[in-house]
């Protein structure tokens, strides 16, 4: 998922972002469902709050360039994540 997040940093078409959106949705709330059941509440709200962010059914217009430090800051943080594990 980190890869495919800073892969949006180029120009890709459109269709690759909603692509990647409902790929992040999916991900991430498998994520945060699997925190919360391994009872570790703070890392599930964060990443359910990330599943609402790239939801692809309410588009949230950020901008380009907020989206491309999005896409970093979360890229980067699933890095973290898997290597803490």
């Known amino acids: 998922m980190a890869i495919l997040l800073v892969i949006c940093l ?3 078409p459109y ?3 909603n692509l990647i959106r409902f790929i992040a949705m999916i991900v991430f709330s498998y994520f945060s469902y699997s925190y919360f059941k391994d009872s570790r509440p703070a890392l599930g ?3 359910a709050a ?3 962010l790239f939801q692809p059914f ?3 217009a950020l901008g380009k360039d907020i989206w491309n430090v999005v896409d970093v800051v979360v890229a980067f ?3 973290i994540i898997c290597f803490k594990k």
């Open 10 to 12: 180029f120009d890709m």
């Open 45 to 47: 709200f964060s990443f």
């Open 58 to 60: 309410v588009k949230i």
């Open 15 to 17: 269709g690759y972002y």
């Open 77 to 79: 943080f699933l890095v």
């Open 50 to 52: 990330l599943a609402l």
